[in-house]
């Protein structure tokens, strides 16, 4: 819902109202006309779509891993490192989503993983439908690893299933060690948190344990990797993680 | 604002199959722990609805609390929030039991 911030809404367009109870505040006529029971999920549609992709990951060993974060944590970054050490033992492939451009995707084909970009224009987030017409653009093995890297919002992708195996947060220590209170909902909905940029540690004022601490207070089943992307520290922990799910 | 047109899409579809010209109210249910600003939300779907039979129709909020079960001492409590601390036992371990939903309910019509 980032997209518009709705505040040049006059106040009567909002109704609050307690469950089986009237609104809230002023009185409220509802309009007339016929009543018609819906009772449906508005994320129903892409739910299904999403139900589908999981379908045919799984029948063909392939574990997808959906990357969410902020801008700027270091996702392409770390999945050039992840593909550049598990060459050759891990079959693997990409698809990445921006608003714009196609540099990510640049980066990912000098890997020379199969990678197919997704631009999104002014939308904040991939759906189930987005990755289901990429992936079968994507030339995927069996038993091999998708990587969904999202893109970057640690608000909307937490709510739009894509039919991963799991959801990977990645927050770098160049973020306030404050984020898992602040974005509650990607840390509720993700299996797994990487800390990024773990080498700029003593340069910033960010408090690892602090940090963990606040996102298992969110989610208690959370599971941490300490890596920097860019020195490789760390980064065994994570890639043996990644070999144990095929 | 993605979700505001999942919303007129579903409800312009319901409307359709019910053969009714105009959509007066939207009826959605909105779970506290479900990560939507219901005033973000009401104002995409009026953008969303132009120029579909949904325009101009009433977005009626019905709020569902949060209420989560913790799982060391199986207390369920009312949580306002992701962040979710055991109100006896203090734990953080805890599990949504409600709260999630985002739901269309019903609509009010015109023939």
């Given amino acids: ?246 | 604002m993605s979700l505001a047109m999942g919303i007129v899409d579903l409800v312009t579809g319901q409307a359709k199959e019910a053969a009714a010209q105009k959509i007066n109210l939207v009826e959605l249910e909105v779970g506290r722990l479900a990560g939507v600003m219901v005033e973000a939300l009401t104002f995409c779907f009026e953008a969303a609805a132009r120029d579909t039979p949904a325009q101009g129709a009433q977005l009626e909020i019905v709020e569902v609390e949060g209420r989560a079960r913790c799982l060391a001492c199986e207390t369920v409590f009312a949580a306002d929030s992701l962040v979710m601390q055991c109100p006896k036992c203090g734990s953080y371990a805890t599990d949504i039991v409600q709260g999630k939903e985002l739901r269309v309910l019903s609509l009010i019509v015109d023939e």
């Avoid at chain 1, 509720?188 to 700029?200: G, H, M, P, Q, R």
């Avoid at chain 1, 690892?208 to 890596?227: D, G, P, S, T, W």
């Fill in chain 1, 1 to 246: 819902m980032c997209d518009s911030c709705g505040c040049s809404q006059p106040d009567d367009a909002v109704t609050f109202t307690r469950p089986g109870g009237g609104a809230v505040g002023h009185g409220h006529h509802g309009p007339a006309g016929r009543v018609l029971k819906v009772e449906q999920d508005v994320l129903a549609k892409n739910a299904g779509i999403a139900a589908h992709n999981r379908d045919f990951f799984k029948a063909r060993n392939i574990v997808a891993l959906n990357l969410v974060s902020s801008p700027g944590s270091g996702k392409t970054t770390t999945l050039e490192r992840t593909i550049r050490a598990l060459k050759g033992t891990v079959e693997m492939a990409v698809i990445e989503g921006d608003q714009q451009t196609m540099l990510d995707a640049d980066r990912i084909n000098a890997t020379g993983a199969p990678v197919i970009q997704v631009n999104t224009g002014a939308g904040c987030h991939l759906d189930a439908d987005m990755v289901h017409r990429a992936m079968h653009q994507l030339d995927l093995g069996d038993n091999s690893l998708l990587f969904i890297e999202n893109v970057g919002n640690l608000v909307c992708p937490a709510m739009f299933d894509l039919g991963e195996a799991a959801k990977v947060v990645i927050i770098s220590v160049t973020e306030g060690d404050d984020k898992p209170l602040k974005y509650p909902a990607m840390f509720d909905a993700a299996a797994v948190c990487v800390i990024n940029k773990i080498d700029l540690l003593p340069h910033v004022d960010f408090d690892l344990a602090r940090c963990k601490e606040y996102a298992r207070q969110v989610n208690h089943r959370l599971q941490f990797f300490e890596i920097s992307a860019t020195t490789g520290e760390g980064m065994s922990g994570w890639l043996d993680w990644l070999q144990q799910q095929l």
